[in-house]
Antibody, heavy 120, light 107 residues
Framework: QVQLVESGGGVVQPGRSLRLSCAASVFTFSNFALHWVRQAPGKGLEWVAVISYDGSYTYYADSVKGRFTISRDNSKNTLDLQMNSLRPEDTALYYC?????????????WGQGTLVTVSS | DIQMTQSPSSLSASVGDRVTITCRASQSISSYLNWFQQKSGKAPKLLIYAASSLQSGVPSRFSGSGFGTDFTLTISSLQPEDFATYYCQQSYYIPLTFGQGTRLEIK
């Protein structure tokens, strides 16, 4: 069974940085694009960023552009999200998700999420 | 950005009922529409992709239809495990966008 396991969440002060990781297993990691999607407490789903299978392209939501950086290491089967200049509105459960690459972007497997709380 | 609007926002139904949730896109997205189910405290689960294709392992009581701007998710006979929140999501353009969710509750 495909596994995605996020880590790195925690409580951080506004303006500080945090780095999330997603460890993947049981599939050929380097064949798939990957996304980060977040969910603020009690709210809906918000797409954050995507990275292509080889890391050659990345896209971001306007709300995080210039502050967050998505990256991957295909030799280690890991996906990262570097989050700088954090704001209270970045407080959310952050999920990594695999993209099948078909029909645009089909997110077929998700991790369990890691919680980021931005608060002074 | 493409806006996705779901209706209703919440719905009460009974086991055995037939339920339909609708999703409207602010512009045409062809069939680039996916549906997710999310239970409390859990990650979203893909149910339907490309508007009408059933994800492997998902019960056949779930079905999707639509094209362009208007889409529906139908559950033919509600089971106790189906009470959850459902989201549509367009995959036509980046940024990917989700509907606001439909909370399906037990009547």
């Amino acid at each position: 069974q495909v596994q995605l396991v996020e880590s790195g969440g925690g409580v951080v002060q506004p303006g500080r940085s945090l780095r999330l990781s997603c460890a993947a297993s049981v599939f050929t990691f380097s064949n798939f694009a990957l996304h980060w999607v977040r969910q603020a407490p009690g709210k809906g789903l918000e797409w954050v960023a995507v990275i292509s299978y080889d890391g050659s392209y990345t896209y971001y939501a306007d709300s995080v552009k210039g502050r967050f950086t998505i990256s991957r290491d295909n030799s280690k089967n890991t996906l990262d999200l570097q989050m700088n200049s954090l704001r209270p509105e970045d407080t959310a459960l952050y999920y990594c998700a695999r993209d099948t690459g078909d029909n645009g972007a089909i997110l077929d497997y998700w991790g369990q999420g890691t919680l980021v709380t931005v608060s002074s | 950005d493409i806006q996705m609007t779901q209706s209703p926002s919440s719905l009460s139904a009974s086991v055995g009922d037939r339920v339909t949730i609708t999703c409207r896109a602010s512009q045409s997205i062809s069939s680039y529409l996916n549906w997710f189910q999310q239970k409390s405290g859990k990650a979203p689960k893909l149910l339907i992709y490309a508007a009408s294709s059933l994800q492997s392992g998902v019960p056949s009581r779930f079905s999707g239809s639509g094209f362009g701007t208007d889409f529906t998710l139908t559950i033919s006979s509600l089971q106790p495990e189906d009470f959850a929140t459902y989201y549509c999501q367009q995959s036509y353009y980046i940024p990917l966008t989700f509907g606001q969710g439909t909370r399906l509750e037990i009547k």
